[in-house]
């Protein structure tokens, strides 16, 4: 391998100095056509279904939302979002785009090329050990007829790279090196050093990731034996969190399909495609993880999940809706789909039929209906203690919701049940994002806003404005106010930084608690013209300085008369009432 190819860590430096040079507004021209109202440039959201255009892309902040889905983000989100790509591979598309070439870091080099190394040879070793059980199957007569007896056709065997594990304990030691496959997870190593095959009289399943690289596989047994289906351990290119069975075969035949089916297991997705339903997935093993499903939202905005109707089922379904919460948002739709009794996507797709069984699907419970239904089960709502049973039960799931109309919804439909006039806390007030009416029809003022919300937005808006902050030379100690602490964090983040701009600082609490905050104050308007903003920071910044100030000073006066003040406190009272 080239040099040129191997990959450290991206410096964070370049990422920054990516997104000051690029401008979001020619990247997302590129893709989607935009057209220019105003300040915005505007076009029809690629992330929803909508007639008129409610996505908009700012140039001066780098940044883009949609009013309709609460989709927004920087250029990197953009890529990430509209072309599937996980971080690192949106960083690369975008340098391409803006024709300048990744910079990783030095000490990482290092370590990662042994360490890709290490990962290429497991992918070579997985990809031969598939070959061969490819090959096995063909000679394993049982195996054929037990394929044969689920009705598999040879296409669909061939799509899935079907094989057979050999009953034997030491098949692939003597085809392939024991340390590879050790570290693939392949063979089992016991305490007494005994090493033998995972996978024995099974067929099996290989696992692709969505580059089309195996990472692992699943067996089943051909008879009524225990385990019924195995899979293979974590590994170091295996993470049963981050993948699903069956995403590669999907993609290779539809790349957005318009739902994918959620699944239980191996066969369930094998007998679907042979009826022509080649959406399904199936979670490896594992309860389907909130990364499962933001892995799945990447290619289609409808994830129908489907259940044993028994009570195993039910609890799973149940789980499955705590994962997604912190998942869904407007223009992202979950439904739970219950299999009638005794029957599985298998056997039920064939009494039904294809038509029978989509429509089962599309009219699935939704997964807000479902929610209700399950947090108000048992309750009696008319009731005081059961309302409010059902606000403490609900709560907390609805808080997990991203900001946008659907948590809105959740919330008011929460309202409704419980008959509580508002659930919303001081603290989400603040830091809740404007209104969506808002946008259209002008709010009554800005005056409607706090000073901290205003001081933060434009800080955020307009990074240059911290050099004001920092010729005010302000003395931080003993200030309190609220947000006081985000305001001092994207303060220190901006003069921490050789180039920023919105997108820069958007991109630094990615992943971070404060990234909704930072998100919707980037977005909040409010209504400045530039010959104004300096202006208006600064009464807001004095503004909140007084108020901070006039707190500290009330609170150590009366701690003063109390208990009386130790030194420092006496030295923080006079320097605040002196600077006044
Ligand atoms: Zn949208």
Redesign the pocket.
């Known amino acids: 391998m080239g040099p040129g190819k191997v990959s450290g860590r991206i410096s964070k430096e370049f990422i920054d100095e990516l997104l000051v040079r690029v401008d979001i507004v020619d990247l997302i021209d590129s893709h989607v056509p935009l057209k220019k109202t105003g300040a915005n440039y505007v076009a029809r959201?690629?992330?929803?279904t909508?007639k008129s255009p409610?996505?908009s892309v700012n140039r001066n902040k780098q940044f883009f939302h949609?009013?309709?889905?609460?989709?927004s983000g920087n250029a990197i989100s953009f890529l990430m979002d509209f072309s599937h790509l996980d971080f690192v591979e949106a960083v690369e598309d975008l340098a391409a785009f803006a024709g300048i070439s990744v910079r990783r870091e030095q000490a990482a080099y290092v370590a990662d090329a042994s360490k890709k190394e290490d990962l290429n040879s497991l992918y070579q070793v997985l990809e031969k050990v598939a070959a061969f059980y490819v090959e096995q199957l063909r000679e394993t007569p049982k195996a054929i007829e037990y394929l044969k007896s689920r009705q598999v056709k040879g296409a669909i065997a061939r799509d899935f790279l079907l094989g057979y594990a050999p009953d034997k304990w030491s098949s692939l030691s003597e085809h392939f090196d024991q340390k590879l496959l050790i570290d693939a997870g392949l063979l089992v190593v016991k305490d007494d050093g005994l090493v033998y095959d995972r996978f024995r009289s099974r067929v099996v399943f290989p696992i692709r990731d969505k580059r089309s690289r195996i990472v692992g596989f699943g067996g089943r047994v051909l008879d009524d034996s225990l385990p019924k289906y195995l899979n293979s351990p974590e590994t170091p290119v295996f993470h049963k969190g981050k993948e699903v069975y069956g995403l590669y075969e999907l993609l290779a035949k539809n790349s957005k399909p318009q739902r994918i089916l959620i699944v239980e297991g191996y066969m369930d997705v094998i007998a679907l495609a042979q009826y022509g339903i080649h959406y399904a997935v199936a979670a490896l093993g594992t309860a389907t993880s909130q990364s499962h499903l933001d892995l799945l939202f990447r290619f289609s905005s409808e994830l129908v999940f489907c259940f044993d109707g028994d009570r195993a089922g039910r609890e799973a379904a149940w789980r499955v809706m705590e994962s997604a919460f912190s998942s869904l948002k407007?223009?992202r739709s979950c439904r739970i789909m219950i299999l009638p009794p005794q029957h599985d996507p298998d056997s039920l797709v064939r009494e039904e039929g294809v038509d029978g069984f989509v429509h089962r699907m599309q009219s699935a419970q939704a997964l807000s209906d479902y929610f209700f239904e399950y947090v108000t089960g048992g309750l009696k709502l008319s009731e005081v203690e059961g309302r409010a049973q059902l606000i403490s039960k609900a709560r907390p799931y609805l808080e997990r919701l991203p900001e946008g109309t659907f948590r809105e919804m959740m919330f008011s439909r929460l309202q409704d049940l419980s008959g509580m006039a508002s659930l919303i806390s001081v603290d989400d007030k603040f830091l809740a994002p404007p209104q969506i009416s808002d946008h259209r029809s002008r709010p009554q003022g800005i005056n409607r806003l706090s000073s901290a919300r205003v001081a933060i937005a434009l800080l955020l808006q307009h990074p240059g404005l911290a050099e004001n902050v920092e010729q005010k030379d302000i003395d931080w100690s003993g200030l309190e106010f609220r947000g006081i602490e985000l305001f001092k964090s994207i303060l220190s983040v901006i003069l921490d930084k050789k180039s920023v701009n919105t997108a820069v600082l958007i991109e630094h609490y990615r992943d971070t608690p404060e990234e909704k905050q930072v998100k919707s104050l980037a977005l909040l308007d409010v209504y400045v013209t530039e010959d104004k903003v300096e202006a208006v920071f600064s009464d807001a910044l004095n503004g909140l300085l007084k108020q901070a100030r006039d707190a500290s000073i009330a609170r150590l006066q009366a701690k003063a008369q109390a208990q009386g003040l130790d030194a420092q406190e006496q030295a923080a009272l006079v320097n605040m009432l002196t600077n006044k």
């Open positions: 959201c690629p992330f929803h909508e409610s996505f949609c009013f309709g889905c609460g989709a407007e223009g």
